[in-house]
């Protein structure tokens, strides 16, 4: 057994389904009395209906997230949360309005209280991301990861089929590269493979009927442990070709990750070969060798776009995202190489199944 640091930083997490209504309890033992509540613009009535519920425990409604957390938005939250006296946020949606959250509370030191409507898994993180000319700045801060989560199934039922596959996937990544960090450990190891198992298995349920409470259940807690695996090691190649592609093309978050996820596993999973197995396991897999080509093909049946070219990329910037990919240093189970990283994004961008 490898040798390893383990420590435990997580927020207070009540789920299940219906665990909505502990809301006001929740507020109360932050020590809390008014909530600002923040979504993006389509999540907007909900953030209403919530701050109608809460009465005099709601400062009011921040309804402006949008994806990758502009500055702005960030400082006209700020600015909302001083105007209204607010002494906690609510963060109800994904993880773009998680990102505004911790955003907020970075500057203002305010309390998060994140109640999660994909499956992303910002909301078990300490890392954050602001968004300044054009340029999106990621950290890590213990004070951005919010102090209290609700899972609450019954809210991710809304999440359209097609994002709730892609964000399912995203979170199936976290996972994977968590169990062949350089820093990994085993209580992460088994919170990862039992993240991965739940979601392979709700995943298809939720493509032929979205609305299955007890298969959203099992994704929205394949997709806690998997974002807790998420927060506390160092992710690798996968997620920094993402981070590329999703910040110097605009390529959107969770579909790039569910195109890239197979051939980045493709590309590591020979040198990680006790990741490759616990993957295999969670898979229902007998051959270790099997999963990067068996991730493609559960993508391909749930109906997720299968290419970079299908998301917007052009063929001459494969060239410059591998450049980009290839100026950072950090560790990988396989030593990176320029031509083989390329060959990897030429695949992604094409939709070939890795073999
Ligand atoms: P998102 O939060 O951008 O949501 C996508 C769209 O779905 C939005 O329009 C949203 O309003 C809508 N939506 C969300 N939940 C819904 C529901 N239940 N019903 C109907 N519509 C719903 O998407 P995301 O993939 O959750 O988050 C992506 C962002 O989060 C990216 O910016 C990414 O970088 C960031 N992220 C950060 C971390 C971290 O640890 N810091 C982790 C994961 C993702």
């Not at 990758?68 to 001083?82: K, L, T």
């Not at 990680?272 to 093909?297: H, S």
């Not at 049946?301 to 063929?315: F, V």
């Amino acid at each position: 057994m490898k040798d390893f640091i383990y420590q435990a930083s997580s927020p207070r997490v009540v789920f299940g389904a219906d665990a909505l209504q502990h809301l006001e309890r929740e507020i109360d033992l932050l020590g809390a009395r008014r909530a600002l509540i923040l979504s993006t613009p389509p999540q907007a009535a909900g953030a209403h209906a919530l701050a109608q519920r809460l009465g005099d425990r709601s400062a009011g409604v921040f309804a402006q997230a949008v994806m990758h957390v502009p500055i702005e938005s960030a400082q006209a939250a700020r600015a909302e949360a001083e105007r209204l006296q607010a002494d906690c946020a609510i963060a109800l949606g994904g993880g773009s309005t998680i990102g505004l959250g911790k955003a907020l509370a970075l500057t203002s030191g305010l309390p998060i209280l994140a109640i999660p409507t994909t499956y992303a898994g910002s909301e078990m993180t300490p890392i954050y991301g602001i968004t300044e000319a054009g340029l999106k700045k990621t950290g890590r801060d213990p004070r951005v990861l919010p102090k209290t989560v609700i899972y609450d199934p019954t809210l991710s039922s809304t999440l359209p089929v097609a994002l709730s596959v892609c964000s399912g996937l995203n979170a199936i990544a976290h996972a994977a590269e968590g169990l062949y960090a350089a820093d990994s450990n085993p209580i992460l190891d088994l919170m990862a493979e039992d993240g991965v198992r739940a979601l392979v298995q709700a995943l298809p349920v939720l493509h032929q009927q979205p609305q299955q409470a007890e298969a959203r259940a099992q994704a929205l807690y394949g997709a806690w442990l998997c974002g807790s695996v998420l927060g506390q090691v160092s992710m690798a190649l996968h997620h920094k070709l993402c981070h590329t592609l999703g910040g110097s093309f605009n390529l959107p978050h969770a579909e790039t990750h569910s195109v890239v996820l197979p051939h980045a596993l493709a590309f590591n999973l020979g040198h990680a070969p006790q990741a490759a197995q616990r993957l295999a396991r969670a898979l229902g897999l007998d051959q270790p060798g099997a999963v990067a080509g068996a991730l493609w093909d559960l993508a391909q049946s749930l109906g997720a776009p299968m290419s970079l070219r299908e998301l917007g990329l052009q063929a001459t910037d494969v060239e410059t995202a591998c450049a980009l990919a290839m100026t950072q240093q950090y560790p990988n189970p396989r030593p990176l190489d320029a031509r083989a990283v390329r060959q990897l994004l030429q695949q992604a961008y094409e939709g070939v199944r890795p073999s």
